[in-house]
């Protein structure tokens, strides 16, 4: 009698596989130090056995069809990054050699200027006080700071806009509190 994988037990392989996967990206962010090559391997292994195990549930195998190639896509995702990663051009890695760079930089400076993370040339952002102003207060409401170069792009953003929607020669931004909650407010400037 043939009788194949129970779904319990595939639901199984399909809850380490989402655990090697979150595995994989904090190794990718450097929370994790070594990659779980061990994991991947044996997991692979334990799909490939069980895909070919036959069974005479149609569902079953559906599934184990689905965990297979979703194994598939995810190893060659892995396999890209890594190889970026080998060659110097993953673009996490590459930002934090250059803030890495910027905050050297600083350090050397006094402070004064600012770099462009993605030049790494001085520009001397007018938007470094309501960035730093903003994710301080967004600490003390307990929310996650944005992305100082995240934020900086979205100001960069609205003031054309707001030039274009007001015939404006400047914008100026201010950081306030509303409700505990950091807001940022805008105004033209003729």
């Given at each position: 009698?043939?009788?194949?994988?129970?779904?319990?037990?595939?639901?199984?392989?399909?809850?380490?596989?989402?655990?090697?996967?979150?595995?994989?990206?904090?190794?990718?962010?450097?929370?994790?130090?070594?990659?779980?090559?061990?994991?991947?391997?044996?997991?692979?292994?334990?799909?490939?056995?069980?895909?070919?195990?036959?069974?005479?549930?149609?569902?079953?195998?559906?599934?184990?069809?689905n965990l297979k190639q979703k194994m598939a896509t995810l190893e060659n995702y892995w396999?890209?990054?890594?190889?970026?990663?080998?060659?110097?051009?993953?673009?996490?890695?590459?930002?934090?050699?250059?803030?890495?760079?910027?905050?050297?930089?600083?350090?050397?400076?006094?402070?004064?200027?600012?770099?462009?993370?993605?030049?790494?040339?001085?520009?001397?952002?007018?938007?470094?006080?309501?960035?730093?102003?903003?994710?301080?207060?967004?600490?003390?409401?307990?929310?996650?700071?944005?992305?100082?170069?995240?934020?900086?792009?979205?100001?960069?953003?609205?003031?054309?806009?707001?030039?274009?929607?007001?015939?404006?020669?400047?914008?100026?931004?201010?950081?306030?509190?509303?409700?505990?909650?950091?807001?940022?407010?805008?105004?033209?400037?003729?």
């Amino acid at each position: 009698m043939i009788t194949g994988m129970s779904p319990a037990e595939i639901q199984q392989l399909e809850q380490q596989l989402e655990q090697l996967r979150i595995r994989y990206e904090q190794y990718f962010l450097g929370i994790e130090k070594m990659e779980p090559a061990t994991e991947r391997t044996k997991l692979k292994r334990a799909i490939i056995y069980a895909v070919e195990d036959p069974t005479n549930n149609t569902a079953a195998r559906f599934r184990l069809g689905n965990l297979k190639q979703k194994m598939a896509t995810l190893e060659n995702y892995w396999n890209r990054i890594n190889k970026q990663i080998e060659e110097g051009t993953y673009k996490r890695h590459q930002f934090k050699a250059r803030l890495h760079e910027q905050m050297a930089a600083e350090q050397r400076s006094g402070g004064a200027g600012h770099v462009d993370l993605s030049t790494g040339a001085d520009t001397g952002s007018p938007y470094d006080d309501v960035v730093s102003k903003y994710r301080q207060l967004q600490q003390k409401a307990g929310q996650k700071p944005v992305a100082p170069e995240r934020l900086a792009a979205m100001l960069q953003k609205q003031e054309r806009q707001l030039r274009e929607k007001f015939g404006a020669q400047k914008v100026e931004f201010r950081v306030t509190v509303e409700n505990g909650k950091p807001k940022l407010k805008a105004r033209p400037v003729r």
